[in-house]
């Protein structure tokens, strides 16, 4: 992370407080993990996430781990985008 850079992570995450956030009800950062379930729903639509393992060689596991990351960013830019999040620098 660059300075002044933080990660938000799930309500159940303990540990580094100046870099890691955990969402408040109603913030942005809620609306933010929440697209982000919706990236991994799509990843789980190709059964790469999930219950569902891989069954062919491990070997072939990251390969097809990023042609389907390429294949859902794909559909980002070309008409089927997450929803937009707006974040308000409250220091600003």
């Avoid at 990251?62 to 089927?80: D, E, H, K, Y």
């Amino acid at each position: 992370l660059d300075y002044g850079e933080s990660a938000v992570a799930d309500s159940g995450y303990v540990g580094e407080p100046h870099h890691i956030r955990t969402p408040q009800v109603g913030t942005d950062d809620e609306q933010a993990r929440a697209r982000h379930e919706t990236v991994n729903k799509r990843l789980k639509d190709f059964k790469m996430l999930g219950p569902n393992r891989f069954r062919h060689d491990p070997i072939f596991h990251s390969s097809c781990f990023r042609a389907v990351a390429v294949i859902t960013q794909l559909s980002f830019q070309n008409g089927a985008p997450p929803f937009q999040v707006t974040f308000y620098d409250d220091d600003a």
